[in-house]
C-alpha cells in the first residue's frame, strides 16, 4: 500500500473563498421581479467535490465506500442523495462525492482509511466545478430548450444523472427531486450558462433562491 498525503485545502488566512457566479451577485437577485415564476436557481456553491476511483465490481471497495459514506455505491447513470451530500457515477470505475462545504478533507481521509488496501484514487477537485439547482414547474421545458437529451420522466426519472450537450457545452443534468434539476458545471463555462439559463428561462419566469 502506498501512502497518501492529504492535506486541507481551504485558506486558513484571510483569503475569501468565492464561487464561480460571485461576480453575478445572486444574493441581490433574492425576492426580485415576478412573484411564482416558474423556474428558481439556487447556486450550490463551495462544497465538496471528490472524485472516486475503483473497482466497483470488488465487494470490498462497495464495502468501504458504504462505510466512509453511509451511502451504496450506485450504478451506472444514477445518483444518490442525501441533504447536501450525494455520491454519482460517472463511469465504469469513477464516482463524484459531494459533501457539505468545510467537510471535503474529512471525506477524503474516510474514504482513504476505509479503502487503503485496495488500490483506489481520490481527488479533491472541489475548485473545478459546482452545482446549480434548478427548481419549479417549468425546469423540463428550459431543459428541453437547452439539451437533445431526452428529459422525459419516462426516460430520465428522479435518481437518474447523465453528461451531455448543454446549450453547445458539456456538463452532468442530475434529476434529484420531481421538481427539481442539478446541473453540474464547470467553473470556467458559469458565466456562460448563467447568461443562457436567464434567457432560455425568460418567458417562465426566473427567481433566484438563496
Same mark, same amino acid.
Given at each position: 500500500?502506498?501512502?497518501?498525503?492529504?492535506?486541507?485545502?481551504?485558506?486558513?488566512?484571510?483569503?475569501? +473563498?468565492?464561487? %464561480? !457566479? /460571485?461576480h #453575478?451577485?445572486?444574493?441581490?437577485?433574492? @425576492? $426580485?421581479?415576478?412573484?411564482?415564476?416558474?423556474?428558481?436557481?439556487?447556486?450550490?456553491?463551495?462544497?465538496?467535490?471528490?472524485?472516486?476511483?475503483?473497482?466497483?465490481?470488488?465487494?470490498?471497495?462497495?464495502?468501504?465506500?458504504?462505510?466512509?459514506?453511509?451511502?451504496?455505491?450506485?450504478?451506472?447513470?444514477?445518483?444518490?442523495?442525501?441533504?447536501?451530500?450525494?455520491l454519482?457515477?460517472?463511469?465504469?470505475?469513477?464516482?463524484?462525492?459531494?459533501?457539505?462545504s468545510g467537510?471535503?478533507?474529512a471525506?477524503?481521509?474516510?474514504?482513504?482509511? +476505509?479503502?487503503? %488496501? !485496495? /488500490?483506489? #484514487?481520490?481527488?479533491?477537485?472541489?475548485? @473545478? $466545478?459546482?452545482?446549480?439547482?434548478?427548481?419549479?414547474?417549468?425546469v423540463?421545458?428550459?431543459?428541453?430548450?437547452?439539451?437533445?437529451?431526452?428529459?422525459?420522466?419516462?426516460?430520465?426519472?428522479?435518481?437518474?444523472?447523465?453528461?451531455?450537450?448543454?446549450?453547445?457545452s458539456?456538463?452532468?443534468?442530475?434529476?434529484?427531486?420531481?421538481?427539481?434539476?442539478?446541473?453540474?458545471?464547470?467553473?470556467?463555462?458559469?458565466?456562460?450558462?448563467?447568461?443562457?439559463l436567464?434567457?432560455?428561462?425568460?418567458?417562465?419566469?426566473?427567481?433566484?433562491?438563496?
Amino acid at each position: 500500500m502506498t501512502a497518501a498525503n492529504v492535506y486541507p485545502q481551504r485558506p486558513t488566512t484571510g483569503a475569501k +473563498a468565492e464561487s %464561480a !457566479l /460571485h461576480h #453575478a451577485d445572486l444574493a441581490s437577485r433574492v @425576492g $426580485q421581479g415576478r412573484q411564482n415564476t416558474g423556474v428558481t436557481v439556487r447556486e450550490k456553491k463551495l462544497l465538496g467535490h471528490l472524485i472516486l476511483r475503483g473497482n466497483g465490481h470488488d465487494a470490498a471497495f462497495a464495502a468501504g465506500v458504504r462505510e466512509a459514506t453511509g451511502m451504496e455505491l450506485p450504478g451506472a447513470l444514477s445518483v444518490v442523495v442525501d441533504g447536501e451530500t450525494s455520491l454519482q457515477w460517472l463511469g465504469p470505475d469513477e464516482w463524484l462525492l459531494i459533501v457539505p462545504s468545510g467537510e471535503e478533507f474529512a471525506a477524503e481521509k474516510k474514504l482513504r482509511d +476505509a479503502l487503503g %488496501a !485496495l /488500490h483506489i #484514487a481520490v481527488v479533491n477537485v472541489s475548485g @473545478g $466545478q459546482q452545482l446549480l439547482e434548478l427548481s419549479g414547474p417549468n425546469v423540463r421545458q428550459v431543459l428541453m430548450k437547452s439539451t437533445s437529451y431526452d428529459v422525459h420522466p419516462h426516460n430520465f426519472p428522479v435518481g437518474k444523472a447523465v453528461g451531455t450537450v448543454f446549450a453547445k457545452s458539456q456538463l452532468v443534468i442530475r434529476h434529484t427531486a420531481e421538481d427539481t434539476w442539478e446541473l453540474l458545471i464547470r467553473r470556467s463555462f458559469a458565466d456562460y450558462w448563467w447568461l443562457w439559463l436567464q434567457d432560455a428561462s425568460a418567458e417562465y419566469g426566473l427567481s433566484v433562491q438563496a
